[in-house]
């Protein structure tokens, strides 16, 4: 119940920031994105707990595309994980059927590795070229 007065507070702050983008030359200052992606947050968290798993992925999603704090988003993405990871034929036709989540430990995010070949000298034009369209 409480999570609905603060839920109220947070649409008010995503519709005031949206309008302020919405005005030509966008948003006047870095500080309505960050009050955009924050009401997000928050919203994404009170859906969730509501059991309305879309809107909740909807919130989270706005949230990471305006570059939201990494780990605010990492215990997110944790909180939505059970919904995400099932499979399509367990699924309800509305997915927002799952009921309500409940929180969990927050998961690491994978590392992804990528093997670069180190060269001590510097390449030449065409070797570059070379390298790169072999590569």
Known sequence: ??????SE???NAESVAWEKLQQPGGWP????REAFVLSQMFLCW??????AATKALACLDRAMILGGPAQPLR????????IV????????????SVGPITTGPCVPMPTIVFNIERRSASMATEEFRTFWCNN
């Not at 200052?29 to 309505?32: A, R, S, T």
């Not at 990871?85 to 927002?96: A, G, I, R, S």
């Open 1 to 6: 119940a409480e999570h609905k007065d603060c």
């Open 9 to 11: 507070h947070a649409r």
């Open 29 to 32: 200052h870095v500080c309505w």
């Open 46 to 51: 009170s859906e969730a707990v509501d059991g």
């Open 75 to 82: 215990n997110a993405m944790a909180l939505l994980e059970p």
């Open 85 to 96: 990871e099932k499979p399509d034929d367990q699924l309800d036709e509305n997915v927002d």
